[in-house]
């Protein structure tokens, strides 16, 4: 199969990597060239990584896997190469009006047989079906991260999407080695729905003094199986990304749980995204043995507090 990926941030390598070490070949795009720059390289590294973890006996794994990635400065070549795919996957951050702006421009311009697959991880596909102009064939396919290492794919329908469609991305992502389930197209699908919530409750526990990121994290960690905390997850996710979900769970579904913290802002703010900015609700010096930070200062016990966001 071949698959057109815009996007290849830190999900879009994901899901690069995936295809490449499953014998697909994926084409890539992103409006930043130093991101797309980066793709190759990561997925290349992420692919040894699995090679090791899977116990693959082939010397040439990684070099095949290279070999199934495509990359292209310009977004006429990519779309080009789009023509002759069979999947268009949209791996842009959570941004309604952005991802409906590029799918608006991009997918009127692919054949009809195109399949088109959302990674969103929260929003409605039938919107962004209804600007693609192919309800019929459009789809969510929300990869978890790092989307090798995590079997898991929420299918998720819109109100047109075909059998067909439904049945062709299952049996796809099967032969990917995924393990896809059925969601709901509701805010924040099956995951999110039940995570979000859970992940901004522990973030609010922190802003009013409740819990510490290291006393929090290992409670999960030792009394619920949890394979790491809420706030390294959080680090992992990022901060932005956060915001972006929460803020559009909450529009949704009017639910005040999803409305985002204030703590989240503040990191936002000040550039403490998480693991990929080596600050977040740990402090990610040392990737191997990330130390768990003293957040006290975002403690919110008076309007002063709250209003030191604004300034």
């Not at 399949?115 to 929260?122: A, G, H, L, M, R």
Request: negative net charge; contains cysteine; glycine residues 8%.
């Amino acid at each position: 199969m071949k698959f057109a990926i815009i996007g290849t941030g830190i999900m879009g390598r994901g899901w690069i990597t995936q295809c490449a070490m499953t014998g697909n070949e994926a084409h890539c795009f992103d409006s930043n060239p130093e991101t797309l720059a980066g793709a190759p390289a990561f997925c290349s590294r992420l692919g040894a990584k699995m090679a090791k973890r899977l116990k693959v006996d082939d010397p040439e794994y990684v070099e095949k896997l290279s070999a199934n990635i495509f990359t292209y400065e310009d977004k006429a070549s990519f779309m080009e190469a789009a023509a002759g795919c069979d999947v268009f996957l949209e791996v842009i951050f959570e941004d309604m009006q952005l991802k409906r702006k590029v799918l608006g421009e991009l997918l009127p311009q692919l054949p009809d047989k195109v399949v088109f697959w959302s990674n969103t991880s929260s929003l409605d596909i039938d919107l962004m079906s209804e600007t693609g102009g192919r309800p019929d064939r459009s789809i969510v396919t929300h990869g978890m991260n790092p989307v090798p290492m995590m079997p898991g794919v929420e299918v998720v329908p819109g109100r047109l999407t075909s059998p067909e469609t439904v049945e062709f991305t299952r049996d796809l992502l099967q032969k990917m080695g995924k393990a896809p389930f059925l969601a709901p197209n509701i805010p924040g699908f099956w995951v999110n729905r039940l995570l979000v919530p859970q992940m901004l409750d522990a973030v609010r526990l922190l802003e009013q003094g409740k819990i510490t990121v290291g006393d929090g994290d290992l409670g999960l960690n030792t009394s619920l199986g949890h394979p790491q905390g809420t706030f390294k997850l959080h680090d992992f996710v990022t901060a932005p990304t956060m915001l972006r979900v929460a803020l559009e769970m909450y529009q949704a579904s009017n639910d005040p749980r999803m409305y985002p913290p204030l703590t989240l802002l503040r990191m936002v703010k000040n550039g403490e995204y998480g693991a990929s900015s080596g600050k977040g609700f740990y402090d990610w010096s040392d990737p191997r043995n990330p130390r768990p930070r003293d957040l006290s200062h975002y403690v919110v016990r008076a309007a002063e507090d709250m209003l030191e966001v604004l300034s």
